[in-house]
């Protein structure tokens, strides 16, 4: 298991496998390959703090995504670096709490506290209708304190869009979104 503490930003260019390893399934969720491009961007230009990583992340990230144009030249887009993998590291919406890292437990707390089982219902039918209208992608947002209500409206606006390529840019905002929000909330945390 991951520690639960980021090591020191100012020792990001040193950090151990065990280190990167930690930085990965505290900020992003466990997922070998964003774990692989996390060590190759800190390697290459190492970034000056946590911040700075997450949106080198977010720029590496959306450089994979195959545009439309892309998706007909095949070798226009690296090959293997799809993002659908790293995004579907962060557990569904509403997913069982055993399946739920702890950062990621309190991150759906808000969804999970409801007993209107109607509502359980509409989100896994959601989420299956999501999930097979762009491929298995997990349907990814900043849930910050929204409601299930909020959260159904948003993945109909989403599935409405109908735009695979728009939906890998918001999921990848999304997964950035919520491991800066991950890392304001520790520099609070050890503030206090």
Known sequence: MADSRLPSSSDLSNASPHQLHSITSILFEDSPELESIITTIIH???????????????????????????????????????????????????ENKVNLSASSAAEQSNLQSSTDQQQALELAHLNAEYEAQFE?????????????????????????????????????????????????????????
Do not use: W
């Open 136 to 192: 298995g992608l997990h349907y990814l947002v900043f849930v910050n304190g929204r409601g299930r209500p909020e959260i159904f409206q948003d993945m109909r606006r989403r599935m409405a869009r109908a735009n695979p390529f728009l939906e890998r840019i918001e999921a990848i905002d999304a997964l950035c979104d919520i491991a800066l929000d991950r890392v304001q909330k520790m520099v609070r945390k050890d503030r206090q």
């Open 44 to 94: 290459e230009d190492p970034p000056s703090g946590y911040e700075s990583l997450i949106e080198l992340v977010r720029g590496r990230l959306k450089s994979f995504v195959p545009t439309p144009a892309s998706l007909h030249d095949p070798g226009s887009v690296e090959k293997g670096h799809r993002p659908d993998s790293i995004l579907n590291a962060h557990p569904r919406l509403g």
